[in-house]
């Protein structure tokens, strides 16, 4: 950090001082963004080759060089038009596996349709052989680029080192959202204050590189990728166009924040409107035919997984009928609240001695949790037996029957009991426009270990973004949350 006295040099003279010239920053974020698309282009074009010789023995002597000159550039053009090569989408998640999702779904359709008319048999294997393993290996290959992707950035490489531009209470928030760069790659390394906020550093916590007219010469003094703008009444069109020039001397992005927090991009439009750019705000799926889908999955999942697991359920509930350390119902009923805030009996496998309810309201000063719930690492109304079934989610198997009969759904916020939800806040109530759900995005974020306040903005977070392919994705993350119970009491 530098002295109350800031006087940097020009953002093109100090940039001029480093070794390679003036993009230091901007060749550092994208040389490794580079290789990134390169190895996963490559992926791609293997996994495409591989496809073809799959389906080899099934054809005659010339469809074999065709598919082998056709598949590999088709495929791989088909992900980029549906932007799996933006390198703004990179280690996001969702969005790389919607993107290979969408260009699977787009390459069955072709091939249905043209080889109809083609050649039947050579459509047959494309669509039972090709296809699979085109979408199975892209979706692998991106999984194991994002856990590379993620180590780099717990060991603090391949960061994106922003510089904060706006009022400090802004700055202190951002902070916040961003705090562990490790599982984003976003590591704000410094901010810029308005010029009645002074130098010092008190009022954020990150070191100050300057102030409003001086972020250009900051950005390079604090060697940022990228300086964030948060939304401040100094930085109005003409000031940012400005930025945008200075900055772009020396290949450092200007990223421009939105004061909406936990919306997701395909919820946002950018549109022009005379010579300004709006940004509009759809609002969140509730009706229509993925609301339908999302419903035919749910209960068709929930029939097939009752059907597989059976023999686990059977089991549990032999153990919990006959366990020494207390005789009682197998099945434990209790009604929690559904959406609109209607009222349903919830079922799980027993897992606390027959007077648990009783003894509930001496335990509450134990409470280990900071929020409405009531959560006990060590709570002595647990049984052994009820421990272990915790541990590993099998408590709550018999909820099942409750997404079968649409009281829930396989993915939504957890389902809570009526007293807490007569102490949310205003905000939360916003969690009972949807289903609850057997899983969702706090079960997979650190279950009972999460802050109240996180868990609140994870539910709200999905309530606001739902999507297909985000259930899948939870669902996908609830068996390694599982496997790997941490959070689970």
Not at 379 to 400: A, I, K, M, N
Request: contains cysteine.
């Amino acid at each position: 950090m530098r002295t109350a006295e800031f006087a940097a040099p020009t953002a093109t003279a100090r940039a001029s001082e480093r070794p390679g010239g003036t993009v230091a920053a901007g060749r550092r974020a994208d040389g490794w963004r580079r290789r990134y698309v390169r190895t996963t282009l490559l992926c791609d074009a293997a996994a495409a080759f591989i496809a073809t010789l799959l389906v080899h023995p099934f054809l005659g002597a010339l469809a074999p060089t065709l598919l082998t000159l056709l598949v590999p550039p088709a495929w791989l053009t088909l992900i980029a038009l549906h932007q799996g090569y933006d390198t703004r989408r990179l280690g996001s998640g969702p969005h790389e596996y919607a993107s290979v999702g969408r260009a699977g779904l787009t390459f069955a359709g072709v091939v249905a349709v043209a080889g109809y008319h083609v050649d039947p048999e050579v459509t047959r294997w494309l669509l039972l052989v090709a296809a699979p393993t085109l979408i199975g290996s892209g979706l692998l290959c991106r999984r194991l680029q994002r856990r590379s992707l993620r180590r780099a950035w717990a060991a603090g490489r391949r960061r994106t080192r922003v510089l904060a531009v706006g009022h400090p209470r802004q700055i202190r928030s951002l902070r916040r959202h961003l705090r562990d760069p490790g599982l984003h790659g976003v590591e704000v390394i410094g901010a810029c204050l308005p010029t009645s906020a002074g130098r010092g550093g008190g009022a954020v916590p990150v070191p100050v590189f300057g102030t409003f007219p001086q972020v250009a010469e900051a950005a390079v003094d604090a060697d940022a990728d990228a300086v964030v703008v948060l939304p401040s009444p100094e930085w109005e069109g003409v000031a940012l166009r400005r930025l945008s020039w200075q900055l772009e001397q020396n290949g450092i992005d200007l990223i421009v924040a939105s004061p909406l927090f936990d919306v997701g991009l395909a919820r946002l439009y950018l549109y022009s409107a005379g010579s300004s750019t709006l940004l509009h705000v759809a609002h969140p799926c509730r009706r229509g035919p993925r609301q339908l889908i999302k419903e035919i999955f749910d209960r068709v999942g929930a029939l097939l997984l009752l059907v597989l697991l059976a023999p686990i359920m059977i089991i549990a509930a032999i153990l919990i009928k006959f366990a020494p350390s207390g005789r009682g119902p197998v099945l434990f009923r209790q009604m929690r609240v559904g959406r609109d805030g209607v009222e349903f009996p919830m079922y799980k496998f027993r897992t606390m001695h027959p007077d648990a309810e009783a003894r509930l309201a001496e335990l509450h000063q134990r409470n280990d949790h900071d929020g409405v719930l009531f959560k006990m690492r060590n709570d002595p109304r647990v049984t052994p037996l009820g421990r272990w079934l915790r541990r590993y989610s099998l408590d709550e198997l018999p909820q099942l029957f409750n997404v079968v009969r649409g009281e829930m759904s396989l993915v939504g916020p957890r389902p809570p009991l009526p007293q807490e939800v007569a102490r949310y806040p205003a905000d939360m109530h916003r969690r009972l426009v949807v289903k609850p759900g057997l899983t969702g995005l706090w079960q997979v974020s650190g279950r009972a270990d999460l802050p109240w306040q996180e868990a609140i903005r994870l539910d709200l977070r999905y309530v606001e973004n739902w999507s297909l392919t985000l259930d899948v994705a939870i669902l996908l993350r609830t068996a390694a949350a599982v496997v790997r119970p941490t959070g689970a009491y």
